[in-house]
């Protein structure tokens, strides 16, 4: 089992070492005067299928309306960008909007904003990449959205995650560990709804390689705890207290995701308490999982578990510093 554990962390690594945050598509239709529709869509690519994607990827529109000119699609910033203007013949309620395709297991947030109803909000998925137009909006379906993007931020969102691991293999103890993981919660709960509103907010490079260096500063902490059990390092001391000015941090980085993702102003309370939620959610599951590997080590012969121990630090370790570098002059 233990040795199944060493090949699991290898392969996360590796999957790591090439990620970033969660950076979900985007599918936005726009009214803009009564018949009107502005369609943008902006969506994230893996490494080297820009022009593939770009050359086979269609908006998809109700079956009402028409397309004005020819769409245009650009890559930008590790996305491929779209618009496309669009007249309808009366309203759209039951046509589809969305794309032809998503990338593999990626998703979307598709929004389409009539000038004089409330926003709708949907999730898009690679099996069904197109939503059909309510003829009422759907608040449950906002919540239900965005709890799922706000749980996969935490679970697909490489840093987030990590940091999560690292304090876990740090602080061990069910009780520390709970107090640690609510200090975190508290904090970038403070600052995701703080930016989010408008009261404060950081420029993403500074918050993205600050996030990578609690990475690091955790890795380097477990490192020394697995050296010296008895040394008490500034996390053992007060894990709470670091998990909460690191948590800080990381609530501008769920801020700038939520940015990127966008919000349904109609019902903004609705959608980021369903994120935040989802983000907690998908914390609990992670530290839950970190602990029942914990437990699995905890019964392995003392020498190969603390092997797998220092192999998972030293990863969580080197992925992290491989980010900051890269934020740093990237």
Known sequence: MVRWLIVLVALFTSAAASAHELRPSVVELREVE?????????????????????????????????????????IQAAALMGRAYLTCQGAPAGGQFGLSELLGKSDAIARFVPLEEPTQSFRLTADAPAATILAEPDALSVLMDYFVIGA??????????LFVIALVLLVRGPWPVVKAATAF?????ITLVATVLGYSGLPSRPVEALIALSIVFLAVEVA????????????RRYPWAVAFAFGLVHGFGFAGALADIGLPQTQLAAALFAFNVGV?????????????VLSALARAPSQTGGQA?????????????FWLIERLIG
């Open 34 to 74: 009564a018949g009107q529709y502005m369609m943008d869509w902006k969506v994230t690519l893996a490494v080297g299928s820009g022009a593939a994607l770009a050359a086979r990827l269609e908006p998809v529109i109700p079956a009402n309306c028409s397309i004005t000119g020819e769409p245009v699609q650009r």
């Open 152 to 161: 996969e931020h935490i679970v697909f969102g490489w840093d987030h995650l």
């Open 185 to 189: 919660t508290i904090a970038h709960s």
């Open 224 to 235: 020394i705890t697995l050296r010296d059990p008895e040394r008490m390092t500034l996390t």
């Open 280 to 292: 907690e959610a998908g914390q609990l599951l992670v530290v839950a999982i970190t602990m029942l």
């Open 309 to 321: 121990l220092k192999i998972a630090t030293y990863a969580i370790g080197t992925v992290g510093s």
